[in-house]
Structures are given as C-alpha cells and as structure tokens.
C-alpha cells in the first residue's frame, strides 16, 4: 500500500457518494451512480464480498494490479447494547475474488458512463460534425498549400524541361480535381486522395517504368491519415477506450499504424451504437460493380 500517490487508479469507488471513477488510459472521469444499481452489483459481486454486514465502503484498484479495500462490519457490542460499524482493511483477497470486483466495479462505470452519453446525445453529435466536419476543411486547405507550394512552376522562367512542366501540370490538375469529384459532392470528403508530386514519382520509379500518376500506389490517401488522429481523439473524448464496450488503446494504435481504419471505424461504431442506434461513421461509400 505504500507510495500511493505515484500509482494512477484503474478504477475507483465510493459508497458514502455511490461515485465511481475510472482513468484507465484516459482522463479521470467520475460518474455518480443510482442506489438500485448499486445494489444490482452488490448483488453480483456476491454475499462473500459484501453483503449487510460486511460492506464495502472504498475499493481502489491501482495500474500496477495493487488495491485499498476499506470495509466496514456491523458487530453487536454488548457493553453499550447495540449495533456498531467498525471499519477496516481489507488485505486478504484472493486473486479470483480481485477480478470480480475489478470486472464488476469497471462494469459499474461503463453502464454509468454510456447513460452520461445517451442523456448528452446532442453534444456527441455535435462533437462528431465538429470533429469529421473539419475533414473537409483541412483537405481544402492541404490541398491549396500544396497548389501555392508548386505556383513557381508556373513561371515562365521555372527553368523545368517540358516533360517536368507536364508532370506539373499533371500534378495540379489532379489536386485540383479533388474537390470536383461525385464522392466530394456528396460528401464523402473522406475519399479524398492526393496525388504524389513529381520528385516523390521518380524516386519511387527512377527507371521511368510506369507513367506519372497512373498507378494506385501514387495516390495518399490523405482523408484518412487526417483521420487517424481525430478517431484516436474522439475515443478519448467518449471515454470508454480500455475498456470491455470500447477501445483496447493498443489495439486501435495498431490497427492504426497498419492503416486498418475499417477496423478502427468498426469500434468506433460499436460504441456510438450504445448512445444512439443512428450515430455511425462511414469511412467510404461502397459501390457495386
């Protein structure tokens, strides 16, 4: 139990306010939850754990697997011919006996958590138009910078070969082209894709094999990695990564890096499912051949 305050607590909860607090791989969050269902988990949780005359007053569960269990026992003192609470610690539990009330008590949070986000529908919405909203944004403005970073090749004294003036040209047509497209209209901005500029070209074909921009693997799909960034983010908002409803981190972190963003848009959507049947996040509009 020593050098508490260097250990992060995964989950806490406190009778007295029936408050219960998570911070597993997210900001701290507190969540008051009703009497019925704390008594609900009592009841899951089981006799031998807490019961009405052995309760569990504050359990703390800590990121390095320790715990505080303070308890208190109703016991008849016969001197002053009553009932009376003596609180202690709690030190002895088995490893069986720790991941029920660990399960149980991050179960408490979730369901506490996911009814703070149905009774605030409206604002996660809003957060969700704000969030992929700005996707569009930022690929207009990528897309221009890249435009004004090339403008030189547009001078008549650019000093570039007629074949490198083409590649140019190319190149900024095809940027242009971005937000000309029916996905664009329709708003799927997250098809966006931005062609590769020409010094990328011949590095990648130094030998000239293909043509400049005919080929899929020039094309970044730029929406996407702009995206990565804001699932990630919006995860942590929601509040329920690392946990059974939501996010394992390091799951989504790999699915990430390999660029698997189906996946990471799947568990995204598993949990917006939970506050509202209608929320969903489409990464792409899938067309039939």
Request: proline share 2%.
């Amino acid at each position: 139990m020593n050098n508490i305050e260097n250990k992060t607590p995964t989950v806490q909860f406190i009778r007295n306010t029936n408050s219960i607090f998570s911070s597993s791989g997210k900001a701290a969050t507190t969540h008051y939850a009703s009497t019925s269902l704390v008594d609900k988990y009592k009841e899951t949780i089981g006799n031998e754990l807490w019961n009405d005359q052995d309760t569990i007053e504050i359990f703390t569960l800590y990121d390095d697997g320790s715990y505080v269990l303070e308890k208190s026992r109703s016991v008849y003192d016969w001197k002053l011919k009553r009932v009376q609470q003596y609180k202690y610690l709690e030190d002895t539990l088995t490893e069986s006996q720790l991941k029920i009330l660990e399960h149980n008590f991050l179960d408490l949070y979730e369901v506490c958590q996911l009814n703070y986000l149905q009774k605030t529908q409206k604002e996660v919405q809003d957060l969700i138009k704000t969030e992929f909203g700005l996707i569009r944004y930022n690929i207009s403005t990528t897309r221009n910078v890249f435009l004004s970073q090339t403008d030189w090749t547009q001078l008549p004294d650019n000093d570039l070969t007629d074949e490198q003036k083409e590649e140019y040209r190319l190149y900024r047509q095809k940027l242009r082209d971005i937000t000309k497209t029916e996905s664009w209209a329709a708003g799927q901005y997250i098809n966006a894709i931005f062609p590769i500029p020409p010094a990328k070209y011949h590095k990648m074909y130094p030998n000239g094999e293909v043509g400049y921009l005919e080929t899929d693997d020039q094309f970044n799909p730029e929406a996407i990695i702009m995206l990565k960034k804001k699932l990630l983010r919006f995860a942590h908002t929601l509040g329920l990564q690392s946990t059974s409803l939501g996010f394992d981190l390091a799951e989504i972190e790999a699915a990430v890096d390999a660029e698997d963003m189906d996946k990471v848009a799947l568990k995204v959507n598993q949990v917006l499912k939970y506050i509202d049947a209608s929320f969903e996040i489409v990464l792409r509009e899938t067309v039939e051949e």
